[in-house]
């Protein structure tokens, strides 16, 4: 019973943490419009089969084949199987969202952990998974996913594992440099001192310093997978069966939406990608000017490139020169 | 620079790079049993010993009926030789002519790609600084946010549509033609410059606004430095000022990222490259994939790979040779 409790507790407590956080996201002139989106695609994306119109999936329509936008077909039909594009819109809100949280959540745990052994432990442990990080950044990302998804067949959850595989090492660098100057603060000293175990140092002391980069960094990073989920399914890569926005593109464009001027055939889900990448583009941003005010909602966006680059000298000396510049900038506001 | 950090470095890269290419060898392997089964699907009208002779013969002739092991040391060796094996395709090309063939394609692409970004972005991204706060500064600010939430794949698609389809300004897709009967004449080039426009435009607005940024920042984190300000205290012009003291001293980490985006300019936009039918490395390495052309696959990841660890490395020495505020041998 008394765990129980403890449990309890602990969960409201975090969910009211959120709650309080998502509040201050809701007065944040820019967050709002990215919380009503977020909420947006939500709803559209747990309520798909209630707000579309028709089966997506249904490819059985002959007489409805390319037909332009109508109040009975919004977005009019597919030229070759005659489905509506619509109810693939919001369909496709699914597959978008959940590989853009579940990515960014779980990236968002890998990169945490490796990045906090490899700043407190330092020593053996630092040497390993940043000679990993060197190893993983000269790797072609875009052809190992090809290859990867030829032999093992396509998936979501194969691209899933593929991003996390070669996301993490951005975020546990960063983790990393910023447990480096932690590790040195007073709170951590005294708590060594007064002979607290390293578990209880970094859980407790090291894991609630850098928790503002992590959270900032998932909505950064949420809105970096989904353009490039878009991009894999664009290539054929994603699971054949689901329907995403990357593949409608691809249909559209095998399908002779060019061809014919079918020009709201390959808007549609172009709208959609940039809607749900801008959403969580938006709230990373805000919350980075919450959490860190010396920040200029600028440097997220420098960050995201950064990330999207994906090299490591890059960052590190980008870093660097970041540092000068928000300190600068602190210094001035 | 001391000699050591440099021996250091290199002998580093070399680690690296054996990594890779253990890498690079097995994890294609992962998931096949018989490469020649890969290579030869079994076909109806062929009886089991045929078929059996069939793939031993194959096995032999692509050098899969040694060990694992075997294929590795011969693969190292192959390397060591400046030989990236030989193509399962037709007639059985070499790896390297392959890449030889589509690299220069790949680069008209990238290269102007670069020139065009980093031209444009170095003039935005000073003037957004210099204007700090003002409209030009927040108009890139919320240039950047849309550039990164529209793909340059879509783009590519409007811009296919648009002036392809319906303008029919410039071809929408790579005509064919164009590689085989390019002989440098000034018809060749213009053929060529038609092709490329569309593809080039769509890569270059995610990279002019890129720069702009970097640009941008970089020239404000100048621009608060203590010898800026001394400059202005001496009484210099405006002019002087930005071109003399702070764009100069701003360029160095657009150069480390110049530098990095090297080894991406080998790789080819595969996905814009698919778009528009253009025969670059991209293409080829999607033609190797649906062929299970494994010697080629591998030969072009190993190459990209190379040339990614190449830039870090030279990146990495001339940083420190250009910048003395970095000290060298400093434990990262």
Not at chain 2, 260 to 288: K, P, R
Request: proline share 3%.
């Amino acid at each position: 019973m008394k765990v129980l409790k403890k449990v309890l507790r602990k969960i409201l407590n975090s969910l009211i943490g959120i709650g309080l956080f998502i509040g201050k996201i809701w007065k944040h002139k820019k967050g709002k419009i990215g919380l009503i989106l977020v909420a947006l695609l939500a709803f559209v994306a747990i309520f798909a089969p209630l707000i579309a119109p028709f089966d997506p999936y249904d490819v059985t329509e002959r007489a409805a084949k390319g037909l332009s936008p109508s109040w009975e077909h919004l977005l009019g039909t597919t030229i070759n199987t005659g489905q509506d594009i619509f109810s693939m819109l919001i369909y496709g809100t699914r597959v978008s969202l959940l590989v853009g949280l579940v990515t960014g959540i779980a990236i968002a745990f890998l990169g945490a952990i490796l990045g906090i052994i490899a700043g407190y432990v330092g020593g053996m442990a630092d040497n390993l998974i940043m000679r990993i990080v060197d190893i993983m950044l000269v790797i072609p990302t875009l052809p190992l996913t090809i290859v990867i998804t030829n032999l093992f067949g396509k998936s979501y959850f194969i691209i899933v594992f593929i991003f996390v595989i070669f996301g993490w090492t951005g975020l546990a660098r960063v983790i990393r440099s910023l447990v480096l100057v932690l590790k040195n603060s007073n709170y951590v000293k005294a708590s060594e001192l007064a002979g607290g175990s390293r578990w209880h140092i970094m859980t407790k002391h090291i894991l609630p310093g850098v928790s503002h980069l992590l959270i900032m960094n998932t909505a950064l990073t949420c809105a970096g997978i989904m353009v490039a989920e878009a991009g894999l399914s664009f290539l054929g890569l994603g699971d054949p069966t689901a329907i995403s926005w990357g593949k409608m593109l691809a249909e559209a464009q095998s399908g002779g939406a060019l061809l014919f001027g079918h020009w709201w055939w390959i808007i549609a889900p172009g709208i959609g990608i940039f809607i749900a990448v801008f959403a969580f583009m938006r709230i990373g941003l805000v919350m980075e000017e919450i959490l860190n005010p010396r920040m200029k909602a600028s440097s997220g966006i420098f960050k995201l490139f950064k990330t999207l680059n994906n090299t490591y000298i890059q960052e590190v000396f980008d870093g660097m020169n970041e540092e000068v510049l928000t300190t600068k900038e602190g210094e001035i506001s | 620079m001391q000699k050591s950090f440099i021996i250091k470095r290199i002998i580093y890269a070399i680690f690296i790079f054996f990594v890779v290419l253990t890498l690079n060898f097995f994890i294609p392997r992962l998931g096949v049993d018989d490469p020649a089964e890969r290579y030869y699907p079994p076909q109806g009208n062929m009886s089991d010993i045929e078929y059996e002779i069939i793939k031993q013969v194959t096995r032999e002739q692509y050098g899969f009926d040694v060990s694992t092991f075997k294929q590795y040391t011969n693969y190292v060796e192959g390397l060591l030789r400046f030989d990236l094996g030989t193509s399962f395709r037709t007639g059985n090309p070499k790896v390297s002519t392959l890449i030889a063939e589509r690299l220069p394609w790949t680069l008209v692409l990238s290269v102007s790609n670069l020139v065009i970004s980093l031209c444009i972005g170095l003039i935005f991204g000073t003037v957004a600084a210099w204007k700090r706060g003002r409209w030009q500064d927040s108009l890139l600010l919320n240039l950047s946010t849309i550039s990164v939430a529209l793909p340059a794949f879509f783009i590519a698609l409007i811009l296919s549509f648009y002036f392809g389809f319906e303008l029919e300004l410039f071809p929408a897709y790579t005509n064919p033609n164009m590689v085989s009967q390019f002989d440098w004449s000034w018809e060749a080039i213009k053929v060529v410059f038609f092709n490329a426009a569309l593809p080039i435009i769509s890569m270059s607005i995610g990279g002019i606004i890129g720069y702009s940024q970097r640009t941008r920042n970089s020239v404000i984190a100048v621009t608060n430095e203590d010898f800026v300000l001394t400059a202005r205290a001496k009484g210099l012009s405006q002019n002087k000022v930005l071109f003399k003291h702070t764009l100069r001293n701003a360029m160095l980490p657009i150069v480390t990222a110049v530098g990095m985006s090297l080894s991406g300019l080998i790789g080819g936009a595969v996905i814009i490259e698919q778009i528009f039918n253009w025969n670059g490395m991209g293409t080829l390495f999607l033609e190797a994939n649906n062929t299970n052309d494994y010697p080629l696959m591998m030969g072009i990841m190993l190459f990209m790979s190379t040339i990614a660890i190449l830039a870090n490395l030279i990146v990495e020495l001339t940083y420190s040779l250009l910048d003395p505020r970095i000290t060298v041998g400093e434990k990262r």
